[in-house]
């Protein structure tokens, strides 16, 4: 009956990575600039022959193999574990993240209103994958596991320490794209609004929408 509950709290993590995916091509798509955790690997995209969701995924064991360095001398078994353990979800996560650049190829908007319409839904729908992805707390993605390790390691806290991780990321973007390009990709008016509204748009979810009683309906193993 236990194993039972932690795979379905594992199943609902997936369905958050999901949600989470959709989020961040439904941003893509919209052409007015990608995420900063997606900026990265959405500029080596544009770049080079592999798609999106191969980059993400070469980023995320990336992030992994840093994450293990941080922990080689202060971290547990169990930080250990929960390192690793993000490797087969971050293989997951990108193939949700092709699959979904699939089966949006035809998905142009036709003016600026209707990129921005397409933004704001993305951003709502990243959100709700966001909140699907901490309620079952049984696994954390490679970018927010990074900042966790990181942070404890330079004795900082989690927040400050993630401005700055965004921060380095969006100047990585600036770099490459000059590097290949000589323009900058990836980073529009949409990447800030969407920096901007996510944190407010997970809060409120979180906290009037998708509260505690409501999942507990849907998903009766996060009790």
């Known amino acids: 009956m236990q194993m039972k509950k ?16 959709v989020g961040i091509v439904l941003i893509v798509r919209s052409a007015l600039g990608t995420t900063p955790i997606s900026s990265v690997n959405y500029v080596l995209s544009l ?3 592999l798609t999106l969701g191969t980059w ?6 990336l992030l992994i193999i840093g994450q293990l360095w941080l922990v080689r001398k202060v971290g547990c078994r169990q930080d250990v574990i929960e390192i690793l353990l993000q490797i087969p979800f971050s293989f997951i996560f990108s193939a949700f993240i092709d699959f979904n650049m699939i089966i949006t190829t035809g998905l142009h908007p036709n003016d600026y209103l209707m990129s921005l319409a397409l933004l704001i839904i ?28 990181a942070s404890r390691y330079c004795n900082k806290e989690f927040g400050k320490f993630k401005v700055y991780f965004d921060i380095t990321l969006v100047s990585l973007v600036v770099v490459i794209s000059l590097m290949f390009t000589r323009r900058i990709e990836g980073i529009r008016e949409g990447s800030f609004i969407a920096a901007c509204i996510t944190g407010y748009i997970v809060t409120f979810l979180n906290q009037k929408i998708m509260t505690r009683k409501m999942l507990h309906r849907l998903f ?3 009790r």
């Open 6 to 21: 932690i795979l379905e709290k594992y199943l609902v993590f997936v369905v958050g990575l999901y949600f989470l995916a």
């Open 122 to 149: 993305g951003c709502v729908i990243q959100s709700i994958g966001v909140v699907l992805e901490i309620k079952p707390r049984v696994a954390m993605m490679s970018a927010e596991g990074f900042v966790k390790y």
């Open 220 to 222: 009766p193993v996060l």
């Open 56 to 61: 993400t995924f070469i980023v995320n064991i």
């Open 47 to 49: 770049n080079t022959p």
